[in-house]
């Protein structure tokens, strides 16, 4: 019997859910990998299901020893993210790979060589990853926090990986990073008087979404998040048919309470998106919806007949400041304000304990501010690599 590893791409639908079945098989006995809705991912992936397809084009591989799928990568050109200025991550000759799951570095070096032949045969001369595979999904390699789960839509990866990576000439280009506080608490003196001060200016206005009127609420937080993400590293803007599938997506886990807007004289100009953390609540489902899933999830999603779940976690994935207010003494009131808004229901409502943020850039000097502020720590570091090919 033959130990050669192929490596073929992916073509079919049989294929694909063998992309997705792999990591299943290669974490069944690590207890911080939390199995995500295979239907989901199976989603991720497919052109038609997934707007990303409608401006990227992208190529999935599978490596197989003895007939055995032992491997997975991926490798994508997105032509919302090439016309970014290169110092942005971006840039005509740049694309991407992610999706990396390998039984051993052998099958990874394999897999790495397949996706950057095919980057270079599409004009690629510069290969960033992972990026598994829109920037808005799961970016980045776990390199710190292999020891606890994560939470809805962050990564995990294998603590191996990092040195095969980097053995392939991988150079970092950017950190993200999550942080992690105790919520139960009140948070320092100088963040409850800037909450008191900021409550007693009449032209501030704090308020909870309305998810009756999700469509209105979302293209609130949507224009403000362009407004302030723009400058971002790797920031790609969301188009009209990714805004439906992400919302699809988020609606079950929106709460009223857990997310808010803040305006100014009337004018929105600040958000703070929170969910309670979905990972939780499907841990042990492994993946499958049916045939008893979904009431599962549904009990948990809905806490019974409370209709608001109990969870530990509670995740900040997004928040922002029009880029107008980013330099003043206003934004960090804004966003001090909301964060004290949502950790008391968190508490309150949802039987939260623990708050993550992020991820965030390892130079958003603003966020990573008002992160130790409110005496979190980084709990989680992903990283972005870069290669010339």
Known sequence: MTNAITIRPVLTKADRKAFVDLPFRLYRDNPNWVPPLKDEA??????????????????????????????R?????????????????GGADSGNWGYLD???????????????DWLRSKGVKRSIGPISMSIWEEPGLLIKGHDHPPTVMM?????????????????????????????????PPLVQRIVAASEK?????????????????????????????????GYVPFTESEIAFAGKKMKPIIFN????????????????????????????LNGELFPFGFVKLLWR?????????????????LMGVV??????????????????????????????????????????QGMNSIAETIDSHINKTYRIYEKAI
């Open 73 to 89: 990568i991926s490798a994508s050109i997105d032509h919302m993210w090439t016309p970014m200025p290169a110092d942005k991550g």
């Open 323 to 364: 880029k107008k207010l980013q330099s003043s003494r206003m934004a960090s009131q804004l966003a001090f304000q909301m964060i004290e808004y949502i950790r008391r229901a968190a508490v309150a409502n949802y039987g939260g304990t623990r708050g993550e943020l992020g991820w965030v850039l390892e130079d958003n």
């Open 155 to 187: 990564g995990y990866d294998d603590a191996r990986y990092e040195a095969w990576v980097e053995s392939w000439g991988y150079e970092k280009v950017k950190d993200l990073h999550t942080w992690e506080l105790d919520i139960t608490k009140p948070f």
């Open 102 to 116: 390998a039984e051993d570095k052998g099958v990874a070096d394999l897999l790495i060589v397949a996706a950057e």
């Open 42 to 71: 199976m989603g991720l992936i497919t052109p038609g299901k997934n707007p990303f397809f409608e401006h990227a084009v992208a190529q999935l591989f599978l490596a197989e020893r003895n007939g055995k799928v032992v491997g």
């Open 257 to 284: 309470d857990l997310v808010m807007v803040a305006e100014y004289d009337g004018e929105p100009v600040a958000f703070m998106m929170s969910w309670p953390d979905l990972n939780e609540m499907q841990a042990d």
């Open 301 to 317: 999603l809905n806490g019974g007949f409370t209709g608001k779940p109990k969870v530990r976690t509670i995740r900040v994935p």
């Open 201 to 233: 200016n009449p032209r501030i206005h704090v308020r909870k979404v309305n998810k009756k009127k999700f469509n209105e609420e979302a293209a609130v937080i949507l224009s403000i998040l362009n407004d302030a993400w723009s400058d971002n590293w």
